[in-house]
């Protein structure tokens, strides 16, 4: 069974950066998309990004573009979110999920119920 591991969050300011990974053995051999998801406290769970198994295409949602850049290390099995400027409205835990049913178009990223495999997710807090 195929469990990403998310790590690299932690506290940061306003206006702060920080760089999320999320690893897993066969991202590459098994042809896995990948999708970052958050879940702000008391709200439902919400799409970040998506990349697709070679890293060929890159989506994001809308209130992320221009702060947020996903990227895949093929080589290593690694996807990253790297996150600028950063709001207390990031606030939330990130999971990393993925699977071969989730087809990603440079128009948007699929839905949480096309992934197979989540991880257990790394809180982000912004604060000053």
């Known amino acids: 069974q195929l469990q990403p591991v998310e790590s690299g969050g932690g506290l940061v300011q306003p206006g702060g950066s920080l760089t999320l990974s999320c690893a897993a053995s066969r991202f590459t051999k098994d042809y896995l998309s990948v999708g970052w998801f958050r879940q702000a406290p008391g709200k439902e769970r919400e799409g970040v990004a998506c990349?697709?198994?070679?890293?060929?295409?890159?989506t994001y949602t809308d209130s992320m573009k221009g702060r947020f850049t996903i990227s895949k290390d093929n080589a290593k099995n690694t996807v990253y979110l790297q996150m600028n400027s950063l709001e207390p409205e990031d606030t939330g835990v990130y999971s990393c999920a993925a699977g071969n049913r989730a087809t990603v178009t440079s128009i948007m990223c699929p839905g949480e119920d096309a992934y197979d495999y989540w991880g257990q997710g790394t809180q982000v807090t912004v604060s000053a």
């Open positions: 990349i697709a198994p070679y890293g060929g295409i890159k």
